[in-house]
């Protein structure tokens, strides 16, 4: 970077371009993992009905919790937002806790989330109990892989924001993050629908 | 304790096969030879700062293409394999287990790990190039989708001496290929193999449309485009479309091998056509991914040795998207006898075929680029005319295949195995062969040999015919894929003993290739001047050959459609160059910026195949391992802020001067 | 070279040709001896003819440019680099093939419907059902009516509507008789439904078409057709000579395994939709039903599972 500063204006232009590449990159990679969850609600909707005499998921989910979790997933993606404000304030001491707040949403989050898994289990549905149960833990437990994912990146972030403070990269690697944020909570709004409250109902 | 080694290698090793035992030694015997020479000439430290880390776009490109071309000897002596084995009845050559194991690694390699990485190998070396640009979008990402296809390709192969080949065909079925039909590791080999790069050619199709729609120098709006460059954005977004699909239908069956889920098994609910379905919702495309590409190159190759403009570039367009498009939408069309009724059979019998007409479209517009041209016929010209009736018939055969009542009778017979390999050999095949003849210059600074590849043209085109046409009678004889014997009073061993003899031509064909690489390498001189076939159209042969590492010394400023043509022309017509392009021309040089090679992605992918091997085996260790070797490499990555640097002025000088030396 | 090239290509076009309408006995695809496996090669050949329409004179246009535009000193051709686009031109090809696909998929739609397999085959003489089991690797032939089995052939009377109901034991697999018609998969948990019919007698090969692991090779059958007489006089001659099919007979027949031609005089209960139902648990829904609803409703398989 300090060789970059050195030279001319049009290198800087190189790196704001850098950042752009980057940032519509990641839309594409988005668009990808539409798809992805796109198949997995699929696969999900063709299995639904085959439970194999087993429990169904109106038996043993407790909607309370899942309710809970999903006010604590909008609310980080919330706070990832009030984090992107304070970076465009410049002010860093705002971004990081705001950032940390929503990673520490993220993992009770998953907290609550594993902990349902282990109810289930407990409850006799296993993954391998029928199809049904293979679609919903796939489906389910590929959205939490994605928040976990989420929560370490989002700590690697901070770490480089306490270092580095905001710059283009880090700027660009906030923006990229908040964006992979709101994306997993708009899944989980389908999720949340179309397993959860369309079972119970 | 000796025993205990003894059970772990008898069932860790493929033991009891000759064929089998030979290869295992041979590749010990390679790896010895390589690991000495590498030491003896000390070249690890080049091999590791040149190659292995290497980020540019050229080199990763020729990795790519070395890699297709072993996979390709591989794929072919499975071919020739199975070909000796059914040129007699009952022969007792290959046992049904080895024949099964045999067809399944040959459809996977070939499409997967032959014409994939010649497809991106092709994408790498051109794209930045005809674009004008000094590298792909994300030079490291470009890397690791290399390297992570190798891991990929290699775990897979792996699986031949180790384990056991997967032997339930190349799309593997269930509930064949689930854990009560296959309960060897054959099968989780092809799963993480090709999980594994596929997540590689995922990331190279985001690569690509990234760089084509973002890094176009100056002047070249999407109209301006090359045709080659639109067919890789054709097939770049089909990637982006299809492969999250196989992902997930990989990682489902994998879940049912290894936890026991229910996706796909009889039981329990599973439901296994789902797999076809989800299958073939990536598989179709698939094919256009790897077909659109073929049909850029043709446009170039065909204007380029016509001397003149591609003929209908709208349309090319047009129908190159439309492709891209309705091949989302044909999936159904690979299994109509499952019986899902008149209604579903109707529409996937239509959509199929309204592929055929910008199919047939971009044909005619071939055929008019090349009316009142002026055509000469070097190698890559050669390839581009034999594919063109070539494709009519396995086109109009898959119009055939497409009449939904009458694939009943085709289904799986081995009127389908002409058709798809007329497609893929007379299409995708002689398509990345003209373009690798064509572009080879561009890559090394010399050309091949022509005799040599006009020996080698004329074989794989008589064997093509001789190997393929007896096939599709065959099928209408009622003979079967997939069946490793039959018996004599079928009839159908006279057709069986042509196809072979032809098979064996294609690999006479194959070795004069290979012998004209080395002649070529050993004898011909080399011409580093841009241009080497003297009429190049597009920016890739405005600059040396092989192309300086930043590729452009100053980016070009694009006014034409064939822009390098039109400056030739305007040259001999002694005009001037417009205001724009003189003033991009006069600027002086500026320091370059550069990414910076990395090792990460050659390690990253290596904790992938420690992973992928260790959900084989199920051995927990060694997936945690890996999976943790991934993460760290990714941090690592991520905390690495020193990833760039800047050529400056002066070495951009010396390496331009010394260009213009070579040229001259 | 490139003109050699092109007659080498024409003439194996032509042989391909010769091929199709060239009805050997070999080609039984091409040798109908019933209405589906005839109706069939019309269309095939229809199609056949559709396609050569235009594939022909893009050989013969391709020939002719690629040797009339060859560059050569003193050709008398005109060349002409700039000339890139003729509306007219570019809709007259886009037009050629979209009749052409508009004429062929009419066609298709048409016969997709008359030939769609469930769809019973019209005749004065009753449909006989006959089962079908595919077993690793081995056919199961079971008749509800006259209540015997056979593995790895058939038996049946000329002239007369065949319904088979189709199953899997596990693997999918592929039922064919290309002189008598079209395939149709056999799958775990469903019975579909092939009509076909013969209307000449002879012995005709059968084989499975879709790969089921080791012994798929061994999948093949033959289905003889013969007269109503001889039909009837073979079931009473496996119903008294042949033994019975035990339970354990079933066990051994599931085992993996290639197996010989046989004969039963009987079969277990309801054996078919046992094996077809084996791994659907009770009150199940979803794919599995929706096939079975779609049947013809005198053999409504979910009825019968309730034993």
């Known amino acids: 970077m300090a060789q970059a500063h050195s030279h001319s204006h049009s290198h800087d232009h190189g790196h704001h371009d850098q950042e752009s590449l980057k940032q519509f990159g990641f839309w594409l990679f988005m668009i990808t993992d539409v798809i992805l969850f796109a198949t997995l609600f699929a696969t999900f909707i063709v299995l639904r009905d085959n439970t194999a005499s087993g429990p169904v998921g109106a038996d043993l989910i407790e909607m309370n919790g899942i309710i809970i979790s999903t006010f604590i997933l909008l609310t980080s993606s919330f706070t990832s937002g009030l984090a992107l404000l304070s970076m465009n304030k410049g002010d860093k001491r705002g971004l990081i806790l705001w950032l940390a707040v929503s990673a520490l949403l993220g993992l009770s989050f998953i907290y609550l989330e594993v902990n349902e898994f282990i109810h289930l289990v407990h409850e006799g549905a296993k993954i391998s109990t029928s199809a049904y149960w293979s679609a919903f833990y796939t489906l389910v437990g590929t959205h939490g892989l994605h928040v976990s994912i989420g929560i370490v990146w989002m700590t690697a972030i901070i770490i480089q924001l306490a270092k580095r403070g905001i710059t283009p990269v880090t700027k660009r690697k906030v923006n990229i993050i908040s964006l992979y944020w709101h994306f997993l909570d708009a899944v989980w709004i389908f999720v949340f629908s179309l397993v959860y409250l369309m079972e119970v109902m | 304790m000796l025993d205990t080694v003894k059970e772990f290698a008898s069932e860790f090793f493929v033991t009891g096969d000759p064929l089998i035992l030979g290869a295992q030694v041979s590749i010990a015997l390679a790896l010895v030879a390589i690991v000495f020479v590498l030491t003896y000439f000390k070249k ?36 020739l394999l199975m070909r000796v084995q059914l040129a ?13 194991a045999i067809f399944t690694t040959h459809g996977v390699i070939m499409i997967l790990f032959m014409a994939m990485p010649l497809m991106f190998g092709l994408f790498n070396i051109i794209v930045p190039l005809q674009l004008g640009a000094r590298d792909v979008a994300f030079p490291f990402l470009n890397s690791l989708s290399f390297w992570l296809f190798f891991a990929g390709a290699m775990l897979f192969n792996l699986s031949f001496v180790i384990g056991g080949s997967p032997d339930a065909g190349w799309l593997a079925y269930p509930p064949l290929s689930g854990i009560e039909g296959s309960p060897g590791v054959g099968q989780d080999f092809y799963i993480w193999g090709i999980q594994i790069s596929g997540i590689g050619s995922l990331a190279s199709g985001i690569n690509f449309v990234v760089t084509i729609l973002k890094m176009r120098a100056p002047g070249m709006k999407l ?13 770049s977004v089909t990637i982006m479309f299809a492969f999250p699909i196989l992902t997930v239908t990989l990682f489902l069956l994998f879940l049912d091998r290894y936890l026991g889920a229910h996706f796909f098994t009889v039981d329990a609910g599973g439901n296994p056509m789902m797999y076809l379905n989800l299958i073939w919702m990536w598989g179709h495309p698939e094919v256009y991914i790897v077909i659109l590409p073929a049909f850029g190159i043709f446009s170039e190759v065909v204007a380029t040795f016509s001397k003149k403009k591609i003929f209908g ?20 069309h690979h299994f109509f006898t499952m019986g899902s009724g008149a209604n579903v059979n109707a529409f996937f019998a239509v959509t199929t075929m309204i592929i055929a007409i910008p199919t047939g479209v971009k044909v005619f517009n071939w055929l008019f680029t090349m009316y009142r041209g002026k055509l000469s016929f070097p190698t890559p010209m050669l390839w581009a005319v034999a ?71 004329w074989f794989w085109n008589i064997g093509f015919y001789v190997c393929f046409m007896p096939q599709y009678a065959l099928g209408l004889m009622g003979m079967t894929r997939r069946f490793n014997e039959y018996n004599f009073d079928m009839g159908w061993q006279p057709l069986n003993v042509v196809s072979t003899v032809g098979a064996f031509l294609m690999g006479i064909a194959f070795i004069f290739q290979v012998w004209q690489i080395a002649h070529s390498i050993r004898f011909l ?18 600059t040396a050959s092989p192309a300086p590492f930043y590729n452009f010394a100053r980016i070009p400023q694009v006014v034409a459609q064939d822009d390098w043509w039109e400056k030739q022309q305007r040259r001999e017509r002694g005009e001037a160059e417009p205001a724009e392009v003189a003033a991009a021309e006069a600027a002086p040089l500026e320091p370059i910026h550069m990414p910076k090679n990395s090792g990460i992605p050659i390690i990253m992918s290596g904790f992938w195949f420690l992973a992928g091997f260790g959900f084989v085996w199920d051995w927990k260790w060694m997936i945690v391992l890996g999976l943790a070797g991934v993460a760290v490499t990714m941090l690592a990555r991520s905390f690495n802020y020193n990833d760039d640097y800047y050529v400056p002025v002066e070495e951009i000088e010396r390496i331009e001067a010394a260009a213009a030396r070579g040229a001259n | 070279m490139r003109p050699v090239f092109r007659k080498l290509s024409a003439l194996l076009s032509v042989a391909f040709l010769l091929v199709l309408s060239g009805c050997s006995e070999q080609y039984l695809v091409l040798d109908p001896k019933g209405p589906i496996a005839s109706a069939q090669k019309d269309l095939i050949l229809i199609t056949a003819l559709i396609c050569a329409v235009i594939a022909i004179p893009v050989f013969a246009i391709t020939a002719v440019i690629v040797w009339r535009y060859r560059d050569r000193p003193n050709r008398k051709a005109s060349y002409k680099p700039e000339w890139e686009h003729s509306t007219k031109l570019e809709l007259t090809w886009w037009g050629i093939p979209i ?18 397999p469930s769809v019973a085959i019209e005749s004065e003489k009753e449909p006989i059902e006959i089962q079908v089991t595919s077993l690793d690797w081995k056919w199961l032939f079971t008749y509800p009516e006259q209540g015997i089995a056979t593995v790895n052939y058939f038996k049946m009377p000329v002239d007369t509507p065949v319904r088979f109901k189709l199953t899997s034991d596990m693997t999918m697999n592929s039922f064919w008789i290309p002189n008598l018609g079209g ?4 799958m775990s948990g469903m019975a579909m439904t092939l009509h076909l019919m013969a209307d000449e007698e002879g012995s005709y090969y059968g084989s499975g078409a879709n790969f089921t692991g080791l012994h798929f090779a061994q999948m093949t059958f033959t289905a003889d057709v013969t007269s109503q007489d001889e039909f009837d006089a073979w079931v009473n001659e496996v119903k008294t000579t042949e033994e019975e099919l035990t339970e354990a007979g079933v066990e051994q027949l599931k085992m993996k395994g290639s197996h010989q031609v046989a004969q039963y005089s009987s079969f277990p209960d309801n054996l078919f939709y046992d094996i077809m139902l084996q791994y659907v648990e009770e009150g199940e829904t979803g794919a599995h039903a929706h096939h079975m609803s779609s049947e013809d409703s005198g053999q409504d398989a979910s009825s019968e599972h309730n034993h």
């Not at chain 2, 007699?88 to 099964?100: G, M, T």
């Not at chain 2, 990345?432 to 040599?452: D, I, Q, T, V």
Request: with cysteine; proline share 3%.
């Open chain 2, 88 to 100: 007699v009845p009952n022969l007792e050559f290959l046992h049904a287990d080895h024949y099964n």
């Open chain 3, 183 to 186: 395939q149709l998969y056999t």
């Open chain 2, 525 to 542: 001189k080399k011409d580093n001047s841009g241009d080497n076939w003297g009429q190049g159209r597009t920016l890739e042969w405005s």
């Open chain 2, 313 to 332: 570039y709208k349309s090319m367009v047009f129908a190159l998207m439309s492709i891209s498009f309705f091949s989302f939408f044909t999936w159904a």
């Open chain 3, 99 to 116: 009749i052409a696909i508009a004429i062929l998929a009419i066609v298709t739609v048409n016969y997709t419907y008359k030939l769609e």
């Open chain 2, 44 to 79: 690890w430290r080049w091999l590791w700062t040149e190659w292995l880390t290497t980020v540019d776009h050229k080199k990763i490109g020729i990795m790519y293409i070395i890699c297709s071309i072993l996979m390709l000897f591989r794929g072919g002596v499975d071919a």
């Open chain 2, 223 to 235: 109209m301006k485009m090359p045709m080659f460059s639109w067919s890789v954005l054709a097939s």
């Open chain 2, 387 to 457: 594919f063109i009736p070539c494709f009519v018939v396995g086109g109009m055969t898959g119009v055939m295949l497409s009449v939904a009542p009458a694939d009943f009778q085709f289904h799986n017979s081995y009127f389908l195995i002409a058709h798809f390999h007329q497609v893929l050999i007379g299409g995708v095949v002689f398509g990345y062969f003209a373009g690798l003849y064509y572009w080879w210059p561009k890559m090394f600074g010399f050309k091949l040999h022509e005799g040599l590849g006009k020996w080698a043209f």
